[in-house]
């Protein structure tokens, strides 16, 4: 897997975020996929409670990942990031990626943690979105565990 395409995939759960966050839209928990075959698929939230999607979304990929098709995953969220990173803004996009060829490393998955403000000019519906520097963030592996 190449470093481009895993820049590619994140790139996108960013873009994907910002929409839904400039449209007023809930961001619910998603997932990007990269099977082992170069395609690339969605897997959106089928539940309405955050916390309850996101681990539904780590037990799906985590299967998923066991039959060995997946080499790449990112879980994207909305998160409020924890003040020790010392975030710019404390609201958050939070990117999980992981990536098969790692799944040997101790520390083989990374946290993204893009901190965002929102701003609506007065009398406007339109939004706009200010992404800070992401904070990245090592920890073990949870999918390809």
Request: charged share 25%; proline share 8%.
């Amino acid at each position: 897997m190449s470093e481009e395409r895993l820049f590619e995939m994140v790139e996108r759960c960013v873009a994907d975020a910002v929409l839904a966050l400039e449209q007023d839209k809930p961001l619910t928990p998603f997932a990007k996929v990269l099977p082992t075959d170069g395609s690339e698929r969605d897997i959106p939230c089928m539940s309405a409670d955050e916390t309850t999607c996101y681990e539904a979304l780590l037990r799906q990929l985590g299967g998923e990942a066991k039959i060995g098709d997946i080499a790449a995953v990112a879980i994207t969220a909305r998160v409020t990031i924890p003040e020790h990173y010392n975030p710019p803004a404390p609201q958050g996009i939070r990117i999980h990626l992981e990536e098969q060829a790692n799944s040997h490393k101790k520390i083989g998955a990374k946290l993204l943690y893009i901190p965002y403000e929102l701003f609506a000019a007065e009398g406007s519906d339109t939004r706009s979105v200010m992404l800070h520097n992401p904070i990245a963030i090592g920890m073990p592996m949870e999918v390809f565990a």
